[in-house]
Every structure is written in C-alpha cells, then in structure tokens.
C-alpha cells in the first residue's frame, strides 16, 4: 500500500465547491461583457476617426459638425486644434485600452504589454486634462450641470491613472490590475454615455426625459454623472463578490453581468445603426 493510499481520503467541502463553481460563471460573464464592450468601442473609434480624421485627408473641418456637439467653430482656430488632436488621441486611447486588455497581448507579449500600458495611462491623462480645458475653454453641449459631470468624469481619469501608475511602480501588481480596469472604465465615460443614450431611446422610443433641440434634461444630467459612476460601481460589485462573495452572491453578480451583456450589446447595436452610419 502507498502512503497516497494511506492518506485519509479528503472530500470537497459541498460549500466551497459551489462557490468555486459560482466564482467560474462569475468570470465567464465578466469575460463575455468585457469581449462586447471591447468590440463595441473598437466601433466607435472607427466612427471617430472616419469623421475626426477625415479632414486630414482632404475633407473640410465643417465635417466634424456631423455630431450634435458643433465641434468646428469658424473663428476659434485653437479650440478647433485642441478638438481635433483630442478626438484623435481618443482613438488612439480606445485602441491602446483593447490591445491592453486582450487575453493575448497580456499573456504572450508582456513587453508590449507593459509599453502599451505605459503610453496608456499617459495618453489617458493627457485626454482627461485636454477634455477639461476644452470644456473650460469653449464649454460643450448640454446644462452646466451636464458639463460638470463631464469635468468629474475627467478628475475620475486622473485619479485613477495616477492610482495605477504608482501601484505599477511599486510592483502591487494586483492593486494596479483593478485600478487599471477602473481607469478604463473611466476613460469609457463618453462611449457609456452614447450606449446609454441609445439605449434609452430604443427603450421609449421617444426622447423621455430630455429636450432633443436643446440637448439638456434631467435625463442627461443623470448619464452625464452616471457614464462613470455606474460602471464603477458595478465594478466593485464584481471585486467583492469575486474576493469574498458566497456562491449565492456570486451567482447574482454573474446574472447582472448576463443581463449587462444584452443592455450594453443593445445599446452599441443602437449607436451603431442609429448614430455612428448615418453620420459617415
């Protein structure tokens, strides 16, 4: 007889096999929105940079007005540069959070990884601190208190890159994982924004709760707030059911997560159809 054989055999304990099962459904829902809203975004930087970028290649900065936001303003040539170069780095930043996030680039590149990652958070902060000054510079669409929410979205930015780089500096490896997913859901904002908008208007079918002519409402003050807040919220759900939540608590969180996957697919597919194409 072997002293494997000898050894009392050991039997799963029932509860943490659930939770175990739980905590595996959990990360599958987590990994199913995270792989909509990626591609989701990747749709809207195509759409940035085919309107934004279009006069680089001999269209008129007039084309830029295609969105509600009136982004070219004859006779403000530095708001229309620091527009320009604010959407363009935008891409640039959805683009460096996909590659980042990618199950491949972090597992078989890890040197592009931590580079991307570094031009990331730079990129990240310098978006935020841009987006601030254009609103201070020539305001934006909406209420006052619709600007304000897109100011705190920007401090949100900040906060969270400055968290992530110096947990990335101190080698607090899984620190800097969630502040990194907390940065880019912040940096998010302006893409939770437009999919919540479509969304709501899929919903109702009519603009509830808003005035279209004037773009302001209590409706858009809440999006205004809530294109950050919420999903940050969410995200701490997701952290503490994975950290400590029962199997219950985990099977909860992984069913938000499944109804979050059709609300968010909902929402692109909207903005897709409904605001991205007809304006291209």
Do not use: K
């Not at 590149?109 to 031009?119: F, S």
């Not at 310098?126 to 897109?150: F, K």
């Amino acid at each position: 007889m072997t002293l494997a054989e000898c050894a009392p055999r050991v039997t799963p304990i029932p509860h943490a096999a659930a939770r175990a099962t739980a905590g595996r459904w959990l990360a599958r829902a987590g990994g199913l929105w995270l792989a909509v809203a990626l591609a989701g975004q990747l749709a809207f930087a195509a759409y940035v940079a085919a309107v934004y970028g279009g006069v680089l290649l001999g269209g008129g900065p007039e084309a830029w007005n295609r969105s509600p936001a009136q982004a070219y303003r004859p006779g403000d040539p530095v708001g229309n540069l620091m527009f320009g170069l604010h959407a363009l780095l935008a891409v640039a930043v959805i683009v460096g959070g996909v590659v980042q996030l990618a199950p491949v680039a972090r597992r078989r590149l890890p040197g592009l990884h931590r580079w991307v990652g570094r031009a990331y958070l730079l990129s990240a902060a310098v978006l935020a601190a841009g987006g601030i000054a254009l609103v201070a510079w020539r305001g934006t669409v909406g209420s006052p208190l619709m600007q304000a929410g897109t100011v705190l979205n920007g401090v949100a930015i900040l906060a969270c890159a400055a968290l992530a780089w110096s947990h990335a500096r101190a080698r607090r490896l899984d620190l800097h994982r969630r502040w990194a997913l907390r940065l880019f859901l912040a940096v998010s904002g302006v893409w939770f924004f437009r999919v919540g908008l479509m969304l709501w208007l899929l919903a109702f079918r009519a603009p509830v709760g808003f005035d279209p002519a004037t773009f302001t409402g209590p409706f858009l003050v809440a999006l205004s707030h809530g294109q950050f807040l919420v999903p940050l919220a969410v995200l701490e759900l997701y952290f503490r059911a994975q950290d400590s939540g029962t199997a219950a608590q985990r099977l909860a969180m992984a069913v938000l997560l499944a109804v979050l996957v059709l609300l968010t697919a909902g929402g692109i597919l909207g903005a897709i159809l409904g605001m991205w194409l007809p304006r291209l």
